[in-house]
């Protein structure tokens, strides 16, 4: 590479946005699946993201958030325990879920479509998360929810398969705060 072509990428790297940051004290990332027909709320406590977004330019935005799959609650440790196991969320072999954004479009009004790869347990589907945008105390507040089948990740695999015990169906909603990421 010339020495043009290096200064115009270093120029390059320093004009973009750096990546904000996700507090994630003051944000959530739940989720409801179905056992038996009666609903179970859960929730992860330790997540990361980073976020480059300008809500004037969403085609140049890149996210990616991480969730440690480990820090599940579901009010119990006995079923926690179980979560961690083959079966369910493989926590030793594969330690966190992950999405990254491959196109934003805006839908107006704050809110936006957010097509990405979501890897769990190391497979990888194309999901489209709806996203809307809030001004919230100096920060902005990101807040969606979108539905994926938990037997596309292999999550309850074996005597679990059964999609009347445990639905196949499962609704993650969150709420992350964006420090740095300008409201619509």
Known sequence: MDRL??????????????????????????????????????????FDAQVTFDPRQPAAARIAVGVELASVSLGT???????????WF?????????FRSTAVRPLGGGRFEVAGALAIKGIVRDVVVPVTLAPSGGQTLAT????????????GEGEWDDTSLVADEVRIRFALRLAGVPAP
């Not at 440790?77 to 079966?87: G, N, Q, T, V």
């Not at 539905?147 to 990740?153: C, G, I, L, N």
Request: aromatic share 6%; no cysteine; charged share 20%.
């Open 5 to 46: 072509s290096s200064a115009l990428l270093l120029v390059a790297a320093a004009s973009a946005p750096a990546p904000s940051p996700v507090v994630p004290a003051n944000g959530e990332i739940v989720f409801t699946s179905r056992q038996m027909g009666v609903p179970v709320d859960g929730r992860f406590h330790r």
């Open 77 to 87: 440790a006995e079923i926690e325990a179980e979560l961690a196991k083959p079966a």
């Open 90 to 98: 493989a926590t030793r072999e594969h330690p966190r879920a992950t």
């Open 144 to 155: 969606g929810a979108f539905s994926v089948k938990r037997s596309a990740f292999r999550i």
